[in-house]
């Protein structure tokens, strides 16, 4: 599995929790209702890391939203909600 979320709620940051056998890339979209494309993620992760914060997600309306986490091997996808 790519990652985990700490929680499938959030305001303005998500939290993923990482394996240890995560690999050094972590790609993420988030998606609204639509699938319209709201905000990407590409970073490389520090092999000792575990845990990873997407910040700067304030600006996005609350809602319903799609998160799809991939790295080299596999893809997953999972329905969050933004709060206030």
């Known amino acids: 599995m790519p990652a985990k979320l700490k929680s499938l709620v959030f305001i303005d940051t998500l939290i993923f929790e990482l394996e240890d056998d995560t690999s050094s890339c972590l790609k993420a979209v ?4 639509k699938g319209k ?7 490389n992760i520090p092999p ?3 845990t990873y914060y997407w910040k ?3 600006d996005l309306p609350y809602g319903v939203y799609t998160l ?5 091997k596999e893809e997953l996808r999972m329905r969050l909600v933004k709060r206030i």
């Open 30 to 33: 988030l998606k609204d209702e």
């Open 37 to 43: 494309v709201c905000s990407m993620l590409d970073t």
């Open 56 to 58: 700067g997600l304030n």
């Open 48 to 50: 000792n890391q575990k």
């Open 68 to 72: 799809e986490i991939s790295n080299d």
